[in-house]
Structure formats: structure tokens, C-alpha cells
DNA sequence: AGCGTAGAGATTGTTCAACAATCCTGCAAG
DNA sequence: CTTGCAGGATTGTTGAACAATCTCTACGCT
């Protein structure tokens, strides 16, 4: 039972190669099935297969995922702590379905964070390296090539990364979870809108303009142009839910 | 099997004492085995029987908490979410060991979210009603007197209690969700502290400053005194870290 | 002696099947 | 029309079992 087909002499590169593999393998579901399919889930609903409101059954679920009842529940417990997921006691979890509260909510929190993380880099420019900005170009450029192509759920998907890598410029573990969390409910905010190239299209540029202004190290404009941009995008998704 | 001795004409009341009654119960044992465990982990390890770096065995709590092993991991997982705990794949949980990093870290997230909310009430003034500032005022007085009982751990509560009660005039549930979460991670950092009097008492007279001001609504005083307050207490911690 | 390695023992990761507790549905009685 | 009560379905919890992984000890080699 060899774990490759080479000959016997080369043990470290044996050794190597399984570490390598291991490392991909952690990678890729990070830890157990419970990831796997919390990963899974996590799809169906960001991308809508699984609506707001709907309830998730176990033994259902079970079957299509291939795992246990108490793994499948382990993978619920993860994307409750998402937001993506609620439970109700002994009637199952359901996908939530929120309102313009938690629109109003939501956003009270990312201009709070976002804005404050930009401001925070005035201070913090020496520390900055040279091309900490490229996954925020890329993302820009990503929106920008999927809009020309008329996908605007992708369009949706290269936004968000945006704004997360954006508060990844303050190398906070704590504000990267909580960013996650919010663009993750945020999500299913958008499935309230009916025309998604009105929800994300004006934002592509906008984007750009903040970039810029980013590269350019002129922070303060470039927060003020965050917090305008976070404003109308709470209106717009207040207006989706009225004219609904 | 009547629900109330009173007569039949208070349905009322009646239906007010059956809400109150059940919002009593699902506050004690909010949904599960798993939550109770959870409770009972939370509490060892906020007042230090469980101390930063200590494995917490499965078999061994499953006999102590009296749950199956399966329950004891969902408990474990809740307990992860709020950074009570973490996971070290196929080695076991374990009381995290927070650093200086984490230090500046979660005070960097308390005095955004903190300052913002004081300085936000500025807006709000019109819906707060009265006693809104009462479980403050309540903390300060809790706070008063566990210090002159000497009991400073108490003293320690309180004053958390404060800040939580603090945010929750924002009336946010994700940001309340947050707090408790930092506050709670918070109180790891606290079992560095070789004397709590030293980290404690000076800011029982601060919180009844940030109190009065609150009361009179000088809003922007009150947010200048808690970002005051706050570098203060993270540069406390810091040093206590460096002189350990 | 020092180093690396193999294997035993212990712990965690995952599954399964069963039972208990709770909720929902539909129907019957007042 | 409301109330109360089965019956069925779903979730909550348990215990046991096995697989996968880690830790530690003891052995053999240089």
C-alpha cells in the first residue's frame, strides 16, 4: 500500500509531497464534513437556490449532503453564527428573512466600520506596503469586466469582496469576522430586489472612484466618498422594499 | 388546570402574566441541553476556573455537565462563536491565550463602536425615553458598592454590565451581538491581571462621570470622555501585559 | 549519548440507530 | 367559530461504535 509510485530512496520528497496535499486538502474544506457542507449551504442560499424563509430539513438534507444528522446540525451551528441560518426550538432552522430594520441595522454598522477603517490609514501609511491596494484593483476590475458581460450576481459577489478586502486593509481578525458576517446577511437582502443591475450597477464606479482615491493616499476624501456611497445604497435597498 | 386563581373577567392581565412567564422560562434554559452546558463552560471560564490554555477533556465533561458527547461538542460551539473557546483540529478546545495583539484589537473595535453610539444619541434624543438610562445608573451604583466591599471581581461585572447596557441604548441586536463577544473575550484578557483592584477602581468614578453626562445629554462630552476612557484602559492592560 | 522512528494508548472526528420531547394537522365536540 | 384532543412528523438528545489523528514511550541506529 505505497502512497506513490516512485521508488523507495526519495522519502523527503515523499514526505513533502504528502505535507503539500495535506495543506491543499485543509484548504479546500477546512477542517471537516461539517464545513464541507456548511460550504455547501452556504452556496444554495448566497446564491439563492435556498430562499429566505425556507426551512431546512434534517433528514432531507442529510441524504443530499451525505452526512449525519448530528454533522449536518454541526454545519447548521456555523451558518447560524453566519446569520445565514436561525433556529427555532423544535421546528428546525429556516433561511431568515429580514427587513428594513435590519437594512437600517446593517448598515449602521458598515458605515461605522468601513468609514473608520479608511480614516485609520492616514495613520498608518508607513506601515502599508506596496500593493496591499491590488485585490482591492481586482476586485474593481472583476465588477467591471462581469457587468460588461451582463452578470450582475457577479457583479454583487466582486462589490462585496471589495468592501471585505477593504476592511482587510486594517489587519483586524475581529472586524474581518464581523464583515463577514454583515456582507453574508446582506446577501440575502438582495434576493428582496427584483432587477439586480439596479441594485449594483451605479456602485461599480463608485467603487472605482474610491480605489483611486485609495491609491492616491487622499483618505480623508476617499471616506467621505464610502460614507455617501453607503447611504444610497441603504436607500436604494429601502426603496427595493417598498415598491415591492 | 387552570392557568391563574384570578377570576375569568382579566384575560388581559391573564395573557400579559402567561408572556411574562414564558419569556421567564425560555430566558433560563433558552433552548437546549447544549446551551445549558454551554452556560454553565461560559461561567467557569469568565470567573476564572477555566484559565487561559487549559484543555477542557470531552469524557471528562460529559460525566461533570452530565450530557452526551455529541451535546457537549454543540456547547463547545457555541462557545467558539463567542471566542470563549477554540478549536485545534484532533487535539481538542481549549481557553484561548490572548496576547497584546488581541489587546489592541478588541480596543480598537470597543472605541468605534462605543464613541459611535454616544455620539449618536445626539439624533435620537427625541425617541430615548425616560429610565432608558436607568440598568446604567444601576451598574454605576453596583459597581459603588462592590467596591467598597472589596469584592473586585464583582466590581469587574458591573462595570462590563455598564458598557453592555451603554451600547444597548443603540437598540442594534447585531451590535449588542458584537459586544457581548468582545466584552466576553475581554474578560480572558482580564485573568493576565495579577491585581484586579489596580484595573478596576480607577474607572468606577469615570462610568458615573460618563453616567451624569449621559443624564444632562451632553452627548459629545460623554463620547470624548469614553474614548478617553477606553485608551486608558487598553494602555492598563497593555502595561499589566509587559510587567508580567 | 543523541537522533529519528515505530507502535501503543488516548483523544478527537464522524456516523448510526434509537428514544424522548415538542410541534403541526386535522377532526370532533361544545 | 372556538376549543381540545389524537396521530403523525420533526426536532432534541443519547449512547455506542468505529475511523482518524495526536502524544508519548521505548526501541534501534549511528
Redesign the pocket.
Given at each position: 500500500m505505497s502512497i506513490s509510485q516512485r521508488g523507495d530512496g526519495d522519502?523527503e520528497g515523499r514526505r513533502a509531497w504528502l505535507r503539500s496535499v495535506a495543506a491543499d486538502v485543509a484548504r479546500q474544506d477546512r477542517?471537516?464534513?461539517?464545513e464541507r457542507a456548511a460550504n455547501i449551504l452556504r452556496r444554495s442560499i448566497t446564491e439563492g437556490a435556498l430562499r429566505p424563509g425556507a426551512?431546512?430539513?434534517?433528514?432531507e438534507l442529510?441524504e443530499v449532503l451525505?452526512?449525519?444528522?448530528?454533522?449536518l446540525?454541526?454545519a447548521f451551528r456555523l451558518l447560524t453564527h453566519e446569520g445565514l441560518l436561525v433556529?427555532k426550538?423544535?421546528?428546525?432552522?429556516f433561511v431568515p428573512e429580514l427587513d428594513e430594520q435590519d437594512v437600517v441595522d446593517l448598515y449602521r454598522l458598515r458605515r461605522v466600520l468601513e468609514v473608520d477603517v479608511v480614516r485609520g490609514l492616514e495613520k498608518r501609511v508607513p506601515e502599508l506596503p506596496e500593493g496591499r491596494l491590488e485585490p482591492l484593483q481586482d476586485d474593481v476590475e472583476a465588477a467591471e469586466a462581469a457587468a460588461l458581460a451582463g452578470r450582475w450576481p457577479a457583479v454583487g459577489t466582486a462589490n462585496m469582496r471589495f468592501h471585505r478586502h477593504l476592511i482587510g486593509l486594517a489587519d483586524s481578525r475581529r472586524l474581518d469576522d464581523i464583515t463577514g458576517r454583515l456582507l453574508a446577511e446582506l446577501r440575502l437582502l438582495f434576493h428582496v430586489i427584483a432587477r439586480p443591475q439596479e441594485l449594483h450597477e451605479p456602485y461599480i464606479k463608485r467603487n472605482r472612484g474610491i480605489f483611486e482615491l485609495l491609491a492616491e493616499r487622499r483618505y480623508e476624501q476617499a471616506a467621505d466618498q464610502l460614507q455617501q456611497y453607503l447611504l444610497d445604497s441603504e436607500q436604494g435597498l429601502l426603496d427595493a422594499f417598498k415598491s415591492r
Open positions: 522519502d477542517s471537516s464534513s461539517a426551512q431546512l430539513s434534517e433528514i442529510t451525505d452526512v449525519s444528522r448530528n454533522t446540525r454541526e433556529y426550538l423544535h421546528r428546525g432552522v
